[in-house]
């Protein structure tokens, strides 16, 4: 009983916090030198001058992307300029498509959850986000819309990582 009104209190807090955990927009984006370089499955962040390729991809409320899969060499350092042609939120998010999967079912249970890692990008209508990404490790992964109802209505994309 004591851990479960334990829980309960600290989901509350969390919620209540508000933009403790925001999910961020534009303005809040990191500069150069506030990067996150937290090594995860997928890669790692990046700054602005270690760029090797800009990849532009577009969000659509027809819950896709353009492109829909997409290539890079391991070790690659990708720009990602994500332009929202809808007209309501997207984001573009990477990970694993297991790693999504969790997010996505989170994103369900608490809509008004918000964060910002450097892995993620939230383009409100008509505007463009960025994220800069070294994937330094090889493999499949995944970028996704994981707004609710966005991920469940198919937005989700392919990354292949090969060798360079």
């Not at 007209?87 to 997010?103: C, I, R």
């Not at 809509?111 to 070294?134: K, L």
Request: with cysteine; hydrophobic share 40%.
């Amino acid at each position: 009983m004591q851990r479960t009104a334990t829980t309960i209190a600290a989901l509350s807090i969390a919620l209540s916090a508000g933009t403790a955990l925001a999910h961020g927009s534009k303005e809040d984006a990191h500069d150069d030198d506030e990067v996150v370089k937290e090594q995860k499955p997928w890669g790692i962040g990046a700054s602005a001058d270690e760029v090797d390729r800009t990849i532009e991809v577009s969000t659509h409320d027809t819950m896709r992307f353009a492109p829909e899969t997409l290539s890079v060499e391991e070790g690659e350092t990708v720009r990602f300029v994500v332009e929202n042609e809808g007209d309501v939120m997207h984001e573009f998010v990477l990970g694993t498509k297991a790693s999504n999967d969790e997010h996505a079912e989170m994103m369900v249970k608490f809509p008004g959850m918000e964060h910002d890692e450097p892995y993620m990008a939230h383009v409100p209508p008509g505007e463009t986000g960025e994220i800069v990404w070294t994937f330094n490790r090889g493999g499949e992964f995944a970028f996704a819309c994981l707004i609710a109802g966005h991920y469940q209505a198919g937005m989700v994309g392919d990354i292949t990582v090969g060798d360079s």
